[in-house]
């Protein structure tokens, strides 16, 4: 009898789908599996559906589970393992206790993660910036998160805030989802992306999505093309301003908008090429590499961590 292959699984429970996977030990992905988030069903619905999908992975794959990484959306109490503040498309998620009720349905040890900072380890343990000391993450989705990673590990802050590049203050006027002015988020997001376009053409009325409008950019549309390039400029000045700040010099950008890395790489490049950092280190930007995997390989690398210092101890 040949022992059983030991895995960490990873979770990601997002808006719209709950993306679950299975990783080795080196945190390779040996197989996943993507379902619908219950979100209007409530906490309970939607870390029950990801135990489902969970429980059919390692139906289907033989192995051994060490334990579990959740990934989630909102403002979260990692130490506590709590879901804090969530946004209105979830139901009844605030105050969740989700480590202890995957703790108690598995019998392994889990761990919560706010979905940006897990999208920032994944990065660094398997993607784009894979072994880097030093990383500013971005996710350009819905709206502009951000997540700081120095000195090897995750920098979160004292109030769990570290790295909220989507909603620090100087790229204009325009009103942000958040109640401020000027944010980052008014010009990258997705949500300002299709806003923004909309403006432009005088169709305020329409609803446009920022692949919408990528699709439009591809076909030569100037309005399409414009927005992109302010969101790219925008996006590099941020990367300016925390590279002058935190002396970091890599930096990887995920989320949907990301995807059209074509239409934002030539003004972001033209903006850092015009205004070099302070220190005279080139900046490294990078498209993240894990694609839909990559909150999900981040939370499962956390608590891959924690059973590292089990053993050790
Ligand atoms: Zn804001």
Do not use: K
């Not at 794959?61 to 506590?80: E, I, K, Q």
């Not at 109030?159 to 620090?168: Q, R, S």
């Not at 981040?298 to 210092?309: E, H, I, N, W």
Request: charged share 20%; net charge negative; proline share 4%.
């Amino acid at each position: 009898m040949t022992a059983a292959v030991e895995v960490v699984a990873g979770v990601d429970i997002g808006g719209t789908t709950t993306q679950v996977v299975l990783c080795a030990a080196d945190l390779g992905v040996i197989d996943r599996l993507g379902v619908p988030t219950p979100a209007a069903e409530g906490g309970a619905a939607m870390v029950g559906a990801a135990l489902d999908a969970l429980r059919r992975l390692l139906d289907r794959t033989p192995c051994r589970l060490l334990g579990v990484g959740v990934g989630a959306a909102g403002v979260v109490d990692a130490r506590a393992g709590r879901i804090l503040v969530a946004s209105d498309s979830f139901r009844d998620w605030a105050g969740f206790p989700v480590t202890a009720t995957v703790e108690e349905a598995l019998g392994v040890p889990a761990s919560l993660d706010n979905d940006v900072n897990a999208f920032l380890r994944g990065e660094v343990a398997r993607g784009a910036v894979a072994g880097e000391r030093h990383v500013l993450g971005m996710t350009l989705g819905t709206g502009v998160g951000g997540a700081l990673w120095l000195d090897g590990a995750l920098y979160d802050g004292p109030n769990g805030a570290a790295g909220e590049i989507g909603h620090v203050p100087g790229f204009g006027g325009l009103r942000c989802t958040c109640g401020g002015h000027g944010h980052l988020e008014t010009l990258a997001s997705g949500r300002s992306i299709a806003a923004r376009y909309a403006e432009r053409t005088g169709r305020s009325g329409a609803r446009f999505t920022a692949r919408g409008v990528a699709e439009a950019a591809a076909l030569g549309d100037a309005d399409a093309l414009a927005v992109y390039e302010a969101a790219g400029a925008a996006v590099a000045r941020a990367i300016l301003v925390a590279a002058g700040l935190l002396d970091v010099t890599t930096f990887v950008i995920g989320g949907g908008v990301s995807r059209a890395w074509a239409l934002l790489e030539p003004s972001l490049r033209r903006t850092l090429t015009a205004e070099p950092p302070v220190s005279g280190h080139p900046v490294r930007v990078l498209p993240a590499a894990l694609g839909d995997d990559a909150v999900a390989v981040g939370a499962a690398s956390r608590v891959r961590a924690g059973l590292d210092r089990v053993t050790r101890a």
